[in-house]
């Protein structure tokens, strides 16, 4: 397996549009996660899914932030509109179910930059 | 309060020298508990996991648990150069939330 494979790698944009980073899980994993990454906060949780399932938002920053996980091997992180405080590098990660000996996999981040 | 909490650093040893990094967690039903090394521009990725109580060593690397007083750390021993880099602390909630800390940078000097 290729690993978890995010993309862009990385995304420069004017504040006040619409960006959407996207993410293939490692196949098989039921657990897929979004992180932010900034020096300031270090990398928070935003949302993560169970079978495609949302399970828990509440690191979500705002409204302007939206994820969807249509099937099993794609998910997006969107954000509408985006602002300079949302530069960051956004993980997404995976892993099988969550049990003792359960490893979170990363890709390589999206380094968002908002102008 | 952070579910995870770690010294920002920097943390600085001379090369050959023990690096000691701890991290704390709030809620007392976690369950497991992970180190993941980040180097400067690249994901994190999994250095050592630990669930049970006392020490676990693989290799360089010792993790400790106390689950008494929530905490895990993380030794190095024989630090090298490469060693610089990022380290998280990683806690799993009720089997179904992955919690990271900020991460503590160790600086290893030649």
């Known amino acids: 397996d290729a690993g978890v494979i995010q993309s862009p790698r990385h995304e420069v944009t004017e504040m006040g549009q619409e960006v959407t980073l996207r993410c293939k899980p490692i196949s098989g994993h039921d657990y897929l996660f979004w992180y932010r990454q900034t020096m300031m906060r270090g990398l928070e949780l935003l949302i993560y899914?169970?079978?495609?399932?949302?399970?828990?938002d509440s690191g979500m920053p705002e409204d302007r932030f939206s994820a969807k996980m249509p099937n099993a091997s794609f998910s997006t992180l969107k954000i509408q509109p985006s602002e300079p405080r949302d530069s960051a590098v956004y993980f997404c990660?995976?892993?099988?179910?969550?049990?003792?000996?359960?490893?979170?996999?990363f890709g390589q981040g999206t380094r968002l930059t908002v102008v | 309060q952070k579910e995870v909490e770690q010294n920002s650093g920097p943390l600085s040893v001379p090369e050959g020298a023990i690096a000691s990094l701890n991290c704390t967690y709030s809620?007392?039903?976690?369950?497991?508990f992970f180190w993941y090394r980040q180097y400067s521009g690249k994901s994190p990725e999994l250095i050592m996991s630990?669930?049970?109580?006392g020490d676990k060593e693989d290799g360089r690397f010792t993790a400790q648990l106390n689950k008494a007083s929530q905490y895990v750390s993380l030794l190095i021993r024989d630090s090298q150069p490469s060693d610089s880099a990022t380290y998280l602390c990683a806690v799993i909630y009720n089997f179904n939330k992955f919690y990271f800390g900020s991460g503590t940078k160790l600086n290893v000097k030649p």
């Open positions: 990660a995976s892993s099988p179910p969550l049990m003792r000996n359960t490893e979170a996999f």
């Open positions: 809620d007392r039903v976690s369950q497991s």
């Open positions: 899914f169970n079978n495609n399932v949302p399970i828990d």
């Open positions: 630990i669930y049970s109580n």
